[in-house]
C-alpha cells in the first residue's frame, strides 16, 4: 500500500508511566514540557533530571505486597494515573474489568478492582 500508516507511538507524549530504570532513561526526555511522569518509585532509584514535569512517585510494588495477589503492580499505577490524569474515570475503569473478568474469574475480577482503587486513593 501507498497509504502512511499511522503509528500508537508519540513522539511528545503528556504522559508516562514508568515502571523501571530503563524506562525511566529512555522515555524522560520525551514528555513534553509541563507533561507528567507517574514512576514506580519501588523499582526506579533515580529520579528525572528534568525539573518542568510534574512526578507522581508510587511505591506500586510496595502496595502490591499489602495484597493477596502481588501480580496487580500495573493495576495500582492504572488507579493512581486515572486520578491525576482525568482522562477515564474509576467508575468506568471497573465497568471493563467487570466486562473483561465478569463471571469467568470473580477473583481475578476482585483482586483488580482492590488494586485499582488503592493506587487511586494513594495519591491525593
Given at each position: 500500500s501507498t497509504e502512511e500508516i499511522?503509528?500508537?507511538?508519540?513522539?511528545?507524549?503528556?504522559?508516562?508511566?514508568l515502571m523501571n530504570n530503563p524506562s525511566l532513561f529512555r522515555?524522560?526526555?520525551q514528555v513534553q514540557?509541563?507533561?507528567t511522569i507517574f514512576l514506580n518509585s519501588s523499582m526506579i532509584e533515580s529520579r528525572p533530571i528534568?525539573?518542568?514535569l510534574e512526578i507522581?512517585?508510587?511505591p506500586v510494588n510496595d502496595l502490591a505486597?499489602?495484597?493477596?495477589?502481588?501480580?496487580?503492580?500495573?493495576?495500582?499505577m492504572l488507579g493512581a494515573f486515572i486520578k491525576k490524569a482525568g482522562l477515564?474515570?474509576?467508575?468506568?475503569?471497573?465497568?471493563?474489568?467487570?466486562?473483561?473478568?465478569?463471571?469467568r474469574n470473580p477473583?481475578?475480577?476482585?483482586?483488580n478492582k482492590t488494586a485499582l482503587l488503592l493506587g487511586y486513593n494513594y495519591l491525593e
Open positions: 499511522a503509528s500508537p507511538v508519540a513522539s511528545e507524549p503528556e504522559f508516562a508511566v522515555f524522560q526526555n514540557s509541563g507533561g528534568r525539573g518542568d507522581f512517585e508510587i505486597k499489602q495484597l493477596p495477589s502481588n501480580k496487580v503492580s500495573n493495576m495500582i477515564v474515570s474509576l467508575e468506568t475503569i471497573n465497568h471493563a474489568l467487570k466486562d473483561t473478568f465478569g463471571n477473583t481475578i475480577l476482585k483482586s
